[in-house]
């Protein structure tokens, strides 16, 4: 390999998830820098982490970040919410490469599109307990209004593949009546797999709520970040260097399939890792 290919800026960008949902951002992360090379890793047998405990997710993540590192990455996103609101922080001291999560670039974009101060969050159980998005919100907007809403069958209904089945509209309307009288003008789709549901959200909510999807901002953020520490792939790729890589604790065959049916590219393989060892 060329000396200078071995820069610190030809390294892949290490995204990791609960599963397949953090394709979501690894997708906007393809689309808006599509120079930088990506280790994806998807804990797809311990999923879903919306519902465990903080130290449960905090072990897990620390596993992952570990993982990512052994691979050469130059810096993390944590492109679950949950992990992002309970790990993130706690992490960030034991790291030597920048480390950035979904929550933060999405409640400042919200705080930013609302006119009437008043955002809703839908996300999983334990991202809606840690009111991790009131906090970042009323960091930008200390006046703001943040309704919060778990609707935990959005992820089995996605995995599943029943984007516009009708009982995912069903269970959409039963979720989403609680913001009914809330006047918000914001919803943050505060979960990896709720932007998959996004055409589902809008007819319900309606063209008066903007809807945010925290993806689009989280790879704005990341973009910014390599710039500021001097790393971002200025194009040259080291020689047999993988774009994208993607490893999966269980089911590597599913992973696949749902990867291949929601990114811009076609991936050949997913390859399956003990991750607690
Ligand atoms: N990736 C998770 C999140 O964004 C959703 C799936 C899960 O519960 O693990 O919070």
């Given at each position: 390999?060329?000396?200078?290919?071995?820069?610190?800026?030809?390294?892949?960008?290490?995204?990791?998830?609960?599963?397949?949902?953090?394709?979501?951002?690894?997708?906007?992360?393809?689309?808006?820098?599509?120079?930088?090379?990506?280790?994806?890793?998807?804990?797809?047998?311990?999923?879903?982490?919306?519902?465990?405990?903080?130290?449960?997710?905090?072990?897990?993540?620390?596993?992952?970040?570990h993982f990512l590192e052994s691979k050469g990455v130059k810096a993390i996103?944590?492109?679950?919410?949950?992990?992002s609101a309970y790990a993130l922080e706690e992490l960030r001291p034991e790291?030597?490469?920048?480390?950035?999560?979904?929550?933060?670039?999405?409640?400042?974009?919200?705080?930013?599109?609302?006119?009437?101060?008043k955002i809703g969050v839908i996300g999983t159980e334990g991202t809606i307990?840690?009111?991790?998005?009131?906090?970042?919100?009323?960091?930008?907007?200390?006046?703001?209004?943040?309704?919060?809403?778990?609707?935990?069958?959005?992820?089995?209904?996605?995995?599943?593949?029943?984007?516009?089945?009708?009982?995912?509209?069903?269970?959409?309307?039963?979720?989403?009546?609680?913001?009914?009288?809330?006047?918000?003008?914001?919803?943050?789709?505060?979960?990896?797999?709720?932007?998959?549901?996004?055409?589902?959200?809008?007819?319900?909510?309606?063209?008066?709520?903007?809807?945010?999807?925290?993806?689009?901002?989280?790879?704005?953020?990341?973009?910014?970040?390599?710039?500021?520490?001097?790393?971002?792939?200025?194009?040259?790729?080291?020689?047999?260097?993988?774009?994208?890589?993607?490893?999966?604790?269980?089911?590597?065959?599913?992973?696949?399939?749902?990867?291949?049916?929601?990114?811009?590219?076609?991936?050949?393989?997913?390859?399956?890792?003990?991750?607690?060892?």
């Open positions: 390999m060329n000396q200078s290919l071995n820069d610190k800026k030809y390294a892949p960008i290490g995204v990791f998830d609960s599963g397949v949902g953090g394709l979501t951002v690894a997708r906007e992360i393809m689309r808006q820098l599509s120079l930088e090379r990506i280790v994806y890793f998807g804990d797809t047998a311990r999923v879903p982490y919306g519902s465990k405990s903080k130290e449960t997710i905090l072990r897990y993540s620390r596993q992952i970040i996103v944590v492109a679950c919410n949950t992990a790291m030597r490469i920048p480390i950035i999560g979904v929550v933060k670039p999405g409640a400042k974009v919200a705080a930013q599109v609302t006119r009437n101060g307990a840690s009111q991790i998005y009131t906090e970042m919100i009323q960091r930008h907007n200390p006046h703001a209004i943040v309704v919060g809403k778990a609707c935990p069958l959005f992820v089995p209904l996605v995995e599943e593949g029943w984007l516009k089945d009708p009982i995912t509209i069903e269970v959409a309307k039963r979720y989403l009546a609680s913001f009914q009288e809330t006047g918000i003008d914001t919803l943050i789709l505060g979960c990896t797999h709720y932007p998959l549901l996004r055409s589902v959200v809008r007819d319900i909510m309606g063209e008066g709520v903007e809807l945010v999807n925290p993806a689009y901002e989280t790879a704005q953020g990341l973009k910014r970040l390599l710039e500021e520490c001097g790393i971002a792939n200025d194009g040259a790729q080291p020689e047999g260097a993988p774009m994208y890589q993607f490893y999966v604790s269980d089911a590597a065959e599913k992973f696949k399939s749902f990867a291949n049916s929601i990114l811009p590219c076609e991936i050949k393989e997913a390859q399956l890792i003990q991750i607690e060892e």
